[in-house]
């Protein structure tokens, strides 16, 4: 593992968009009572970079077929992707208040022809990466130079059809494909290295003859230099692995599996989460 990345909190190193962005997600669970905060912590910087200054879509058209291609393979962390596509006016950021309430169409996993954006519906981990290959495999035929983005979690990297569909795109030469890993080291019940190892996990993707950039997947600036070298070599694909925190920006959540799905919030713990956004652990 390479610990240059590593950090053991991101809440001194938050600059205002960063703050205001996991305001809105605790504002988001509080309204619903229920979600996956933590996760969706993990990957809001990166999403953030990817909608800011990466993808090419339109809002008003967003089947349009020069767009970029993006897919939350874990799905589960679907109110940072909310999140952003309210933001950038795919619907009006007032649904985000009934996140996960009946009648809304923003429920706890994305939904494909539901809400607008979302490419592919997931939440079975290990689908994503298989559905952005078959994409990335359109677009070459139909020589559309868009670019198709794929999140996928470290946990998630138990699935054997992630490690399918890195052969695929490998055989395919899918230059235009980017696989992005949320790697928080932490898995729904345990850390990735108790419950399957992942190391040499560069290494690995090497073999697999992908193209590897590693980042603090916090870091703004890193995340923009790392997205500005796809596709890094014709005829491969890449993987951007994303060294972040589970929960990440706020204090006693960063590192907490407790926080990973919460349910039945008291009035305590809204004080709790509210309180500690952009704050060090004790």
């Not at 993990?42 to 999403?47: A, F, P, Q, Y």
Request: hydrophobic share 40%.
């Amino acid at each position: 593992m390479n610990d240059s990345f590593l950090t053991t909190s991101v809440c001194d190193s938050l600059d205002p968009r960063a703050i205001e962005l996991r305001r809105k997600l605790v504002d988001m669970l509080l309204r619903a009572g229920r979600g996956h905060l933590a996760s969706a912590l993990s990957i809001i910087d990166l999403l953030r970079v990817l909608y800011d200054d990466v993808m090419t879509y339109d809002p008003k058209n967003p089947n349009f077929i020069g767009r970029d291609r993006f897919i939350l393979s874990k799905g589960h962390a679907c109110m940072a992707q909310y999140l952003m596509l309210a933001e950038k006016g795919f619907f009006p950021e007032e649904e985000l208040s009934v996140f996960c309430k009946a009648g809304s169409f923003l429920g706890g996993h994305p939904e494909y022809h539901t809400v607008p954006g979302v490419e592919a519906s997931t939440g079975s981990l290990g689908h994503g990466p298989s559905i952005g290959v078959g994409m990335a495999i359109a677009l070459k035929a139909d020589k559309n130079d868009s670019k198709v983005y794929v999140v996928i979690g470290d946990g998630e990297s138990n699935e054997g059809s992630v490690w399918e569909a890195a052969l695929s795109a490998v055989k395919n030469k899918l230059d235009n494909l980017v696989f992005i890993l949320d790697y928080n080291k932490f898995q729904s019940y345990g850390r990735t290295v108790d419950v399957i190892d992942l190391e040499p996990l560069a290494d690995k993707w090497v073999a697999f003859g992908w193209e590897v950039e590693q980042v603090n997947g916090h870091d703004i600036k890193q995340l923009r230099e790392a997205f500005d070298k796809f596709p890094v070599q014709e005829g491969k694909p890449s993987i951007l692995i994303c060294h972040t925190i589970k929960g990440a920006g706020i204090r006693g959540v960063e590192h907490n599996l407790d926080w990973h799905h919460k349910s039945g919030l008291t009035d305590d713990e809204a004080i709790f989460l509210n309180d500690g956004i952009g704050r060090k652990n004790a």
